[in-house]
């Protein structure tokens, strides 16, 4: 028997874990600031849905509705699912880190990509599990590369699609491969908080996979196209018995009235949705051509960001270019902690914030050139 410590220990995966810094959102001495640095929708949330949390908001003193039926029946209708198999949670990271707590624990394995989503080496962690990191292939999911690291310990496998902080998607089939190949005690999680904006034909969010099988699960979140980020609102299409297990670990109260509806009405605002596609699809169509033009590497992408490349053999390394766009209120993020040292990630703002970040690309250019 191990001799008691003088305090209290947490668990060792705790201990393990780098604490997530999300994107900043100012600089000092700066006084007008375009953040570009979280993924934030430029063009805000719906009307519909902030006068709906405004109407909430009078009734605050009454606990929530425990089982988000309202919201979860409005997400069914939206997308034609069985409201018992939807779970909901507060943002889609709520979601992640319930599934790994109800199928992880100490010597099981979970399986993310290089230059996945961090919360999901968190979430394995803070349940005991030993993250496995994959590599991939041109900085997309490699499904071959996955599938060789599963091995009898591995429970689950984290797939961002598209992938933050990259932008790249991996096309169905290979989505469908992927599950092939599983063993079939083996929980994929296809999390989709970026689906909304991936326009490709070969593109799907996994609503037929989870439909179809006992091992599939599928995240979403309203805090991206939706922008109702600061009310932590998202939900998972999971399997029945999947939606049971979370439903009996997560909080009973995990979403508040004020977020669910905001949500409801979000959903309905097809208007406020169809905008932001368009806004989306044009901006990010003209950034990745204007970065380009000016000798940068942009990695396509099918989210509502760009990752952009700085050869730090010529100068042009990411430090110096985040320093430089910060001075001028430009606000980026910093992907070091991904694995990509020499790249940023650039969300997509409005046409001032986006004509400017251009400018100021090409200003750093000609500097570090001259």
Same mark, same amino acid.
């Given at each position: 028997?191990?001799?008691?410590?003088?305090?209290?220990?947490?668990?060792?995966?705790?201990?393990?874990?780098?604490?997530?810094?999300?994107?900043?959102?100012?600089?000092?001495?700066?006084? =007008?600031?375009?953040?570009?640095?979280?993924?934030? *929708?430029?063009?805000? $949330?719906?009307?519909?849905?902030?006068?709906?949390? &405004?109407?909430?908001?009078?009734?605050?003193?009454?606990?929530?509705?425990?089982?988000?039926?309202?919201?979860?029946?409005?997400?069914?209708?939206?997308?034609?699912?069985?409201?018992?198999?939807?779970?909901?949670?507060?943002?889609?990271?709520?979601?992640?880190?319930?599934?790994?707590?109800?199928?992880?624990?100490?010597?099981?394995?979970?399986?993310?990509?290089?230059?996945?989503?961090?919360?999901?080496?968190?979430?394995?962690?803070?349940?005991?599990?030993?993250?496995?990191?994959?590599?991939?292939?041109? /900085?997309?999911?490699?499904?071959?590369?996955?599938?060789?690291?599963?091995?009898?310990?591995? =429970?689950?496998?984290?797939?961002?699609? $598209? %992938?933050?902080? *990259?932008?790249?998607?991996?096309?169905?089939?290979?989505?469908?491969?992927?599950?092939?190949?599983?063993?079939?005690?083996?929980?994929?999680?296809?999390?989709?908080?970026?689906?909304?904006?991936?326009?490709? %034909?070969?593109?799907?969010?996994?609503?037929?996979?989870?439909?179809?099988?006992?091992?599939?699960?599928?995240?979403?979140?309203?805090? =991206?196209?939706?922008? /109702?980020?600061?009310?932590?609102?998202?939900?998972?299409?999971?399997?029945?018995?999947?939606?049971?297990?979370?439903?009996?670990?997560?909080?009973?109260?995990?979403? %508040?009235? &004020?977020?669910?509806?905001?949500?409801?009405?979000?959903?309905?605002?097809?208007?406020?949705?169809?905008?932001?596609?368009?806004?989306?699809? &044009?901006?990010?169509?003209?950034?990745?051509?204007?970065?380009?033009?000016?000798?940068?590497?942009? *990695?396509?992408?099918?989210?509502?960001?760009?990752?952009?490349?700085?050869?730090?053999?010529?100068?042009?390394?990411?430090?110096?270019?985040?320093?430089?766009?910060?001075?001028?209120?430009?606000?980026?993020?910093?992907?070091?902690?991904?694995?990509? $040292?020499?790249?940023?990630?650039?969300?997509?703002?409005?046409?001032?914030?986006?004509?400017?970040?251009?400018?100021?690309?090409?200003?750093?250019?000609? &500097?570090? %050139?001259?």
């Amino acid at each position: 028997m191990s001799a008691l410590s003088d305090r209290p220990v947490p668990n060792a995966g705790v201990l393990a874990i780098d604490p997530y810094v999300p994107g900043r959102s100012s600089v000092a001495g700066v006084a =007008k600031i375009y953040k570009m640095s979280s993924n934030e *929708t430029p063009l805000g $949330p719906s009307a519909a849905a902030i006068a709906a949390a &405004q109407a909430a908001l009078a009734h605050a003193e009454v606990y929530p509705d425990g089982g988000a039926t309202r919201l979860r029946e409005a997400i069914g209708g939206r997308f034609g699912l069985d409201p018992a198999r939807i779970v909901c949670g507060a943002g889609s990271d709520d979601i992640l880190h319930l599934l790994a707590q109800a199928y992880l624990g100490p010597g099981d394995e979970g399986i993310m990509t290089e230059h996945g989503f961090l919360v999901y080496k968190i979430a394995m962690l803070a349940a005991g599990a030993t993250p496995v990191v994959v590599p991939e292939k041109n /900085l997309t999911t490699d499904v071959d590369a996955i599938l060789a690291h599963v091995t009898r310990r591995t =429970k689950i496998v984290y797939i961002a699609n $598209p %992938n933050n902080p *990259t932008g790249t998607y991996l096309p169905f089939d290979e989505v469908k491969r992927l599950h092939a190949g599983l063993p079939a005690h083996v929980l994929l999680v296809l999390d989709g908080a970026y689906a909304e904006y991936a326009r490709a %034909n070969d593109y799907s969010a996994g609503i037929e996979l989870v439909s179809e099988n006992a091992n599939v699960v599928m995240t979403r979140t309203f805090s =991206k196209i939706h922008g /109702l980020a600061a009310l932590r609102l998202g939900w998972c299409y999971a399997p029945a018995e999947v939606a049971e297990s979370l439903n009996r670990i997560r909080n009973p109260f995990n979403v %508040n009235t &004020q977020a669910a509806a905001a949500g409801i009405a979000a959903l309905a605002d097809e208007a406020h949705l169809a905008a932001s596609v368009a806004h989306n699809t &044009q901006w990010l169509a003209w950034l990745t051509e204007s970065i380009r033009a000016l000798g940068l590497e942009v *990695t396509p992408s099918a989210a509502n960001f760009l990752l952009v490349h700085f050869p730090p053999e010529e100068g042009r390394d990411a430090r110096a270019a985040d320093a430089f766009l910060a001075a001028r209120g430009l606000v980026v993020r910093a992907v070091a902690a991904y694995g990509l $040292p020499n790249a940023l990630r650039v969300s997509v703002g409005t046409e001032e914030a986006n004509r400017l970040l251009v400018e100021a690309l090409a200003a750093f250019r000609e &500097q570090t %050139n001259g």
